[in-house]
Each structure stands twice: as C-alpha cells, then as structure tokens.
C-alpha cells in the first residue's frame, strides 16, 4: 500500500489553482505522489478540462447556429403557392390590406396569378357564376387613407351562408370573371 503524501495548505491551494478539485487531490495523495508530480497530474488534468470545455463549447456554437439559421440558407421558397419558388418568380406585394369574405389575405398563401389578379380589382358590384351557373354578386369595396385618398384597404365580399356556400368556384375563377366585367374584355388578366 502506498504512503499517503502530506500537503500544506498552500500546497492544497496551489494544485487547487491549477485545476485540480479536492477528491483529485485527496487521490493523488492516496496514491503517494509526491507534490511535483502532483503539480503535472493536475496540469494534465486543467488542459483536459480546457479541452473538453472547448469542444462543448464548439457544440453549443454549432446545436445554436442549427436552431437560429436553417441548414438551408438559401431557401427557393418552393411550395404549394409558388411551385417555381419565390427566388425564381419572387410574388408581388399586395397592394394595400386585402380581404375575401372577412379573411385577411397574406401574400405567403396565396398563389403570383391571384396576387397579381387582386392588385387590379377595383371597387364595384360585379355579377359572377358559381360552378353551377347560379349567378351571384361579388362586391368589391375600397376604404381610403384620409390624407392621401390612396386605397389601404380592399374587401371582397359575397353571400357564403346558408344555401350560397354550395358551388363556389376558386379565387381565380371569381377574379377573372371580374377583371373581364370591369374592362369589358375577355382574358383581361392576361
């Protein structure tokens, strides 16, 4: 059995210092070291701590650049509203808040042909046809800034109530029917 090394308080604080805790401490000197080797065992044991300080610190640094930037940076903005990619055929803004039926519109769903379709909506009644031929009235209403009289609020509204939510068609379908009736021309979204 080895001989338990003696330290002095300065000693212990000394290797203390340098990394070591006092169960390390205690066990070196179980083990018989003397207070150089001591001093080694616990530079050893400050630069493996340092080190694997380090490389969770490296592992934080990469699991946080994860959850803050997608691996994806450069995202195409493919999806279901723009299957070409918001990169490659970047959809317009809406021109002012839009509404469609009480839903407020978002430019993130909904497709480059109904943004580009609802910018050119003016104000009015226009008479349409659901998918069944009943012709029903979509109205179309503007509120305007006070100051500048620039449109910043666009509502489409029609009856979805009720016997009126059976046969409807699709946005595009609605707003083609429009433009057509407020230019009088077919195709007029084109």
């Not at 000197?29 to 003397?34: C, F, L, P, T, V």
Request: negative net charge; hydrophobic residues 35%; charged residues 30%.
């Amino acid at each position: 059995m080895a001989t338990t090394t003696k330290l002095s308080p300065a000693e212990k604080k000394e290797l203390i210092a340098l990394g070591a805790t006092l169960g390390e401490i205690r066990d070196l000197q179980e083990e018989g070291y003397a207070f150089a080797e001591m001093q080694e065992v616990c530079r050893g044991i400050a630069e493996r701590k340092e080190a694997d300080q380090q490389a969770q610190a490296d592992r934080n640094a990469k699991a946080t650049k994860r959850a803050m930037r997608p691996e994806n940076e450069t995202h195409p903005g493919v999806s279901v509203f723009n299957p070409a990619g918001d990169v490659a055929r970047p959809r317009p803004e809406l021109r002012c808040k839009m509404f469609w039926t009480g839903v407020p519109l978002e430019q993130s769903t909904l497709t480059y042909d109904e943004i580009e379709r609802l910018n050119k909506l003016t104000p009015g009644a226009y008479r349409c046809m659901k998918g069944d031929g009943t012709p029903f009235e979509i109205r179309v209403e503007a509120e305007r800034d006070t100051a500048t009289g620039q449109v910043d609020k666009l509502k489409v509204n029609f009856r979805v109530r009720g016997y009126d939510k059976h046969n409807h068609l699709g946005m595009l379908a609605y707003l083609d029917q429009m433009l057509e009736q407020a230019t009088g021309l077919v195709g007029a979204h084109a």
